[in-house]
């Protein structure tokens, strides 16, 4: 069976903060397989589905951001993966790339993000595939970077315009999970690792547009 788990903190007032990406992320999953999370397991809220033909348990951590990795790593030893494997997906929120973007890695440093630290730390490894969504600010139309302002920006409700940009990329994080089950890691870091606009370029091209 698969694991796939959404960072987030508890509680209502966090609901729709950039902080809860990867809560977002799990429950359009959900929605779409036509399951709640209401299973308490490892320290978690989880679901069992089927997505892309695979048997996937579906899990949110009851425990807040910081201690993601005690809910992640019981789960991994309930479940008996090994780790790296992408029989493990952890979606989160991710400061230094735009709102509108997603990014799928096989590995990496948890970048100041205490979700991450806490997994890494937790298996024993920074090698553990994530797909990270951007709730980063958008750069100007001169190419300068607006810089979010970190914790207070993480915890503050989304505004009604970005949750409309959200929504889309809740549904690209989906596709990305769907093609990494389908057609692996590579394949989908190929399809996802880009701008939406590179994307449309990209296939305006190949239709020789």
Same mark, same amino acid.
């Given at each position: @069976? ?46 069992? #589905? ?14 807040? @951001? ?6 992640? #790593? ?114 989908? @870091? ?20």
């Amino acid at each position: @069976m698969k694991l796939i788990v959404g960072l987030g903190n508890p509680g209502i007032e966090y609901q729709f903060t950039p902080h809860n990406a990867g809560f977002l992320a799990v429950d359009r999953i959900a929605d779409d397989c036509g399951v709640v999370l209401t299973n308490r397991r490892g320290r978690a809220l989880t679901a069992k #589905a089927r997505l892309a033909g695979e048997d996937v348990l579906l899990a949110k951590p009851e425990t807040f @951001m910081n201690l993601s990795g005690l809910s992640v #790593a019981a789960l991994v030893r309930e479940l008996d993966i090994a780790i790296p494997s992408t029989d493990l997906i952890v979606l989160y929120d991710e400061l230094a790339i735009p709102l509108g973007t997603i990014r799928i890695r096989e590995r990496g440093s948890a970048g100041g993000h205490n979700g991450v630290k806490s997994i890494s730390g937790a298996l024993g490894t920074e090698e553990w595939l994530r797909i990270r969504i951007g709730v980063g600010k958008p750069a100007l139309e001169d190419g300068r970077e607006i810089k979010a302002g970190g914790k207070d920006y993480l915890l503050s409700p989304f505004r009604k315009q970005e949750l409309v940009v959200l929504d889309e990329v809740l549904d690209r994080a989906r596709s990305a999970v769907e093609v990494v089950l389908t057609k692996g890691v590579g394949a989908a @870091m190929n399809e996802f690792n880009r701008r939406p606009d590179e994307s449309e370029k990209a296939s305006e091209g190949s239709n020789g547009k």
